[in-house]
Nanobody, 124 residues
């Protein structure tokens, strides 16, 4: 069982940066792959970035490549999403998720555990 809690969301102007954190409970954190998803207003949830259990493999959506980066600190049971050069279209509720397969996946259906989400608002 893994419980996830996101933090770090907020309001920022376009071009700014935010770092989201996702703290995980449970001793199996080092064995789970992690992902970040987002749900913009009025739209479906979409993939943002994912990270393997070891942290050696990452993958990001084209819309955030070069601007967002995902990382993890297994000693702290935490995964991060560093978001730079934010755009108004990045406005969404951001969710972290965990899946026990350990490998990178862009598909939300693969993820077993989800956080409650944190709001990110980017103004122009």
């Amino acid at each position: 069982q893994v419980q996830l809690e996101e933090s770090g969301g907020g309001s920022v102007q376009a071009g700014g940066s935010l770092r989201l954190s996702c703290a995980a409970s449970g001793r199996t954190f080092a064995y789970v792959a992690m992902g970040w998803f987002r749900q913009p207003p009025g739209k479906e949830r979409e993939f943002v970035a994912a990270l393997s259990s070891s942290g050696g493999n990452t993958y990001s959506a084209d819309s955030v490549k070069g601007r967002f980066s995902i990382s993890r600190d297994n000693a702290k049971n935490t995964v991060y999403l560093q978001m730079n050069s934010l755009k108004p279209e990045d406005t969404a509720i951001y969710y972290c998720a965990a899946q026990s397969r350990g490998t990178v996946s862009i598909y939300s259906r693969v993820y077993d555990y989800w956080g409650q989400g944190t709001q990110v608002t980017v103004s122009s």
